[in-house]
């Protein structure tokens, strides 16, 4: 699939807002995979789709939770979640989109892994430092994203789970263990 194809394709799922930030993933996933060496097409297509579920109503990205037999844990966490994990079972069910690689960078998202990918840590990233982005520590995460991808996502990370526990809101294990394994990473 081609760039103005996908970009078609995702407007339809998304307000003028979200399109925009989507464009704005794109370029700084383009730029992180172009500095970091990720595959800058799957990277590309990764960004364009990582919010393709975010609209869907919540009762549907539940019910395909349950049925596709996803992390049941989800549903008892910030609904947030539930569009990157729905989001990559849509993209390959309604776009047709089944390169494992593009659809596991959308599924984590918003959440991370033990063991992320490159192109899963340039979605992530990608995502949290966008231009369009206006939010207390974006900027220094930026910074080391010219320099640094792991230390990058530590840092956004960190700010995310610290976001989180001010609000005292529970924070997605899966969260945690993705901070954990990075900064085991920047040990070794």
Do not use: C
């Not at 464009?23 to 700084?28: D, L, Q, S």
């Not at 939770?65 to 990559?88: R, T």
């Not at 089944?98 to 992530?124: C, F, P, Q, W």
């Amino acid at each position: 699939m081609d760039r103005e194809g996908a970009l078609q394709t995702v407007k339809e799922h998304l307000t003028d807002h979200r399109y925009q930030h989507t464009i704005g993933v794109m370029e700084t996933a383009i730029v992180l995979a172009e500095r970091y060496g990720a595959d800058v097409k799957k990277a590309e297509l990764a960004a364009i789709f990582h919010d393709y579920a975010k609209f869907r109503p919540k009762d549907e990205m539940k019910q395909i939770i349950l049925d596709q037999g996803m992390e049941q844990q989800l549903l008892v966490f910030n609904s947030e979640l539930w569009h990157a994990p729905v989001g990559a079972f849509l993209v390959e069910k309604e776009v047709g989109l089944n390169d494992e690689e593009i659809l596991d960078a959308i599924r984590y998202h918003t959440s991370g892994r033990v063991g992320m990918s490159l192109l899963d840590k340039v979605i992530y990233l990608a995502d949290y430092i966008e231009p369009g982005r206006r939010f207390p520590g974006v900027d220094e995460v930026r910074e080391f994203a010219k320099a640094n991808l792991n230390q990058a996502l530590v840092q956004a990370i960190k700010n995310s789970i610290q976001f989180l526990m001010k609000k005292n809101q529970p924070v997605y294990p899966d969260t945690i263990y993705t901070y954990n394994d990075l900064v085991k990473l920047r040990e070794d």
